[in-house]
Structures are given as structure tokens and as C-alpha cells.
């Protein structure tokens, strides 16, 4: 099974920057796209931004453009999210997903909490 270890969340004032990251168990070879996801209270999970693995190319929802950046280190098998000039707006819990090249399986990371203070 893989593992996800998130790490990086917390509270910040609006406006201000955290950066996410996510560690997997899996062989980077084995990990065809990891991202991030978030869940407000009361909200369905939705998309932030997701990475290939393999090939670095990024996706992002559209009320994260030009604010966050995912990026990946694909020796540590490590995925980060740069989040900038964050609002009030983008608290939520934040989850790591993973999707396995060999099974297609999906796998989530036991999510972070962040919140943006006014």
C-alpha cells in the first residue's frame, strides 16, 4: 500500500506564503501523477494542481494559476505546492493524491490543514 507523508500546512495571514509537501512511498518509476487536492468545510474535494511524474507536466485549477505553483523532486519522490498571496478562501484541508502507473489505483495522503487569516 502506499504511504503519503504530508507536511507544511498551517496558519497563515492573507497574503501570506506556505509550501506543502508530500512524500511517497512508491517508486518514482511506479507514479504516473501526484497533485494536490483540498476540501473546505461544508465543499466537495476539488482539484488544486497535479504534476506527471515522469515528465513534470502540471495542471492547474483556475482559481490557483498565477498564485501556486506544484513542483516535484523525483529522486526524493517528493511533490510540493508553492501556495502565494494566499485568501482567506483557500482554507481548507489539504490532501496528497498519488496515481500508480502500474495499477492506476489512486492513494490520498491523510491531509494538512490550511488556514488563511483575515
Known amino acids: 500500500q502506499v504511504q503519503l507523508v504530508e507536511s507544511g500546512g498551517g496558519l497563515v495571514q492573507a497574503g501570506g506564503s506556505l509550501r506543502l509537501s508530500c512524500a511517497a512511498s512508491e517508486a518514482s518509476p511506479s507514479i504516473s501523477v501526484m497533485g494536490w487536492y483540498r476540501q473546505a468545510p461544508g465543499k466537495q474535494r476539488e482539484l488544486v494542481a497535479q504534476?506527471?511524474?515522469?515528465?513534470?507536466?502540471?495542471t492547474y485549477a483556475d482559481s490557483m494559476k498565477g498564485r501556486f505553483t506544484i513542483s516535484r523532486d523525483y529522486a526524493k519522490r517528493t511533490v510540493y505546492l508553492q501556495m502565494n498571496s494566499l485568501k482567506p478562501e483557500d482554507t481548507a484541508v489539504y490532501y496528497c493524491?498519488?496515481?500508480?502507473?502500474?495499477?492506476?489505483?489512486?492513494?490520498w495522503g491523510q491531509g494538512t490543514q490550511v488556514t488563511v487569516s483575515s
Open positions: 493524491n498519488l496515481v500508480s502507473r502500474i495499477s492506476g489505483n489512486y492513494s
Open positions: 504534476i506527471t511524474f515522469n515528465g513534470g507536466i502540471t
